[in-house]
């Protein structure tokens, strides 16, 4: 059952338990029994909850948010992801923050980022567990002033979050399940639910539309591709922003196979087309400004009888020929149509999501995205949304040189480089040719962040839906970038 936030100055009659925000080195205040709260040795930290009880059993949980200098909404989400987890017994709860309010950060923010954090933090992913029972949280009351703004806050946030919880659901489904022709149907569902509309382009339309990338890839699976447009068209648009997600529903390696220790998680590898299809999801249900296209191509890269075989040339949307040196490589064959493609439709901006290198993740580990791009405006307009957000991006260069090194003695381009380091750069400058060369583009390399191998505030095991909530604050604060000098 969705959960219900509603904002009120005192708290309502009948709530089950009650929650207040407690700061590192706070010892008074707040309305708690401190002398059972030092006994449980609570300091405040960022992450800390305690749980007290009163002799009418009323329930209180402490949370902890650090220093109060240090606290931001990115603070008050995962603290309450870990309160989310903590009272999901509980189906009532009311919540107050307020000592967190100040000039920076406004009741607005507050009230938004307890509503991410309460959601995302409750996600369960249940589908093949044999007890299926969903955490009890139903209703939340928030306090605070502030009115319709602030409630109007608080349900973008809860918008959001389920948007990103969306996502984690297509991101944990198993790769036989989630085939690419399922991926499709529930995107369909998916845009009638919020208002934009869908296109899906078979095998036969595919091979219409020249997407060669996507073909070659697909040729080892008995499963049948397929690639999806999405369209949110406002009335007036201010402009045209393209969003590109690499789909790959299951990554074996094709003939270049990965190992069976890893394969695992390559379920994950259409985490990119997961998190556009969830944006656009809060971008059409938020009602934006701006117009936004997807673009998702989507198979799973398998070892069939015909699968694409190393060496093999395959022709790309916008005519650039690519021997393939590593069928593994194969997320940038299909980016490489997908951007073509995006291209052609003249956006003002493009920004493309892959769970593409393990590279990346060697340098900026498990919790960082890296961030490539050929406009410098760009580029920082795409980090900003990602700080307000609260996902962490890294800018990476584009080195000039790598561009010699991806040219093949047979096409135009080779998917490698052959060299033993650089991955994730030669992947971005090989990414870059298939941009139209004055159209500001952003590549987000998401194979770090996309799944969490551990609990942590509002993020949780498994898929994270990283991206999601980047690409709704991008969208929303989106300012035409300078054309490319």
């Known amino acids: 059952m969705p959960l219900t936030i509603t904002l ?74 870990g309160l989310a987890r903590a009272a999901r017994r509980y189906s009532t709860l009311s919540v107050d923050f307020s000592g967190c309010v100040r000039d920076e950060l406004s009741p607005a923010r507050v009230a938004q980022a307890i509503a991410e954090g309460l959601v995302l933090g409750g996600y369960r992913f249940l589908t ?46 198993p790769g036989g399940t989630l085939t690419p022709i399922e991926f499709a149907k529930r995107a369909v569902k998916e845009g009638q639910r919020a208002g934009f509309t869908v296109t899906v382009w078979d095998e036969k339309e595919i091979r219409q539309q020249r997407l060669g990338g996507l073909l070659g890839i697909s040729r080892g699976s008995f499963q049948a591709p397929r690639f999806l447009q999405l369209s949110y068209e406002p009335a007036k ?49 938020l009602g934006a400004k701006v117009r936004v296209l997807g673009f998702l191509p989507l198979t799973d890269n398998m070892t069939g009888g015909d699968a694409t075989r190393v060496g093999d040339v395959l022709t790309i949307r916008n005519g650039t020929t690519v021997e393939v040196l590593n069928t593994d490589a194969e997320g940038r064959l299909l980016l490489a149509d997908a951007l073509s493609l995006a291209s052609e439709h003249e956006p003002d901006a493009i920004v493309d999501l892959a769970t593409l290198t393990g590279a990346c993740m060697v340098g900026l580990g498990e919790r960082i995205a890296g961030l490539m791009s050929n406009h410098a405006g760009w580029s920082a307009q795409v980090c900003s ?39 994730t750069l030669a992947a971005g400058v090989f990414l870059e040719h298939f941009v139209a060369g004055d159209i500001p583009w952003v590549h987000l390399d998401i194979a770090g962040p996309a799944d969490a191998p551990e609990v942590d505030g509002e993020i949780v095991k498994g898929g994270t839906g990283f991206g999601v909530r980047t690409l709704v604050e991008m969208i929303d604060g989106f300012v035409k970038p300078k054309p490319i000098a």
């Open 8 to 81: 009120a100055r005192s708290i309502p009659a009948g709530l089950e338990a009650h929650a207040v925000a407690m700061f590192e080195g706070q010892s008074s205040g707040g309305g708690v029994d401190w002398v059972s709260l030092e006994a449980q040795r609570f300091h405040g930290r960022r992450g800390e909850v305690r749980v007290l009880s009163d002799s009418a059993g009323h329930v209180t949980f402490v949370v902890g948010v650090g220093p109060a200098a240090m606290v931001d909404a990115n603070v008050v989400r995962h603290a309450c992801g």
């Open 128 to 173: 093949y567990k044999a007890d299926r029972t969903p955490t009890v949280l139903e209703r939340v009351t928030i306090l605070g002033g502030g009115g319709q703004r602030v409630q109007a806050a608080i349900d973008r946030g809860v918008v959001i979050a389920e948007a990103v919880n969306r996502t984690r659901d297509l991101v944990n489904e």
């Open 237 to 285: 648009p201010r402009c045209t922003v393209a969003l590109v997600g690499k789909g790959v529903t299951f990554d074996s390696g094709g003939l270049s196979l990965k190992s069976s220790e890893g394969m695992v998680g390559m379920k994950e590898d259409m985490a990119g087309a997961a998190a556009v299809l969830g944006a656009m999801s809060a971008i059409a249900t």
């Open 385 to 423: 949304a990602a700080e307000r957000a609260g996902e962490w991006v890294w800018p990476l260069p584009l080195p000039p040189y790598l561009k010699g090194k991806l040219r093949s003695d047979i096409a135009d381009l080779k998917n490698i480089t052959g060299l033993r380091y650089g991955g």
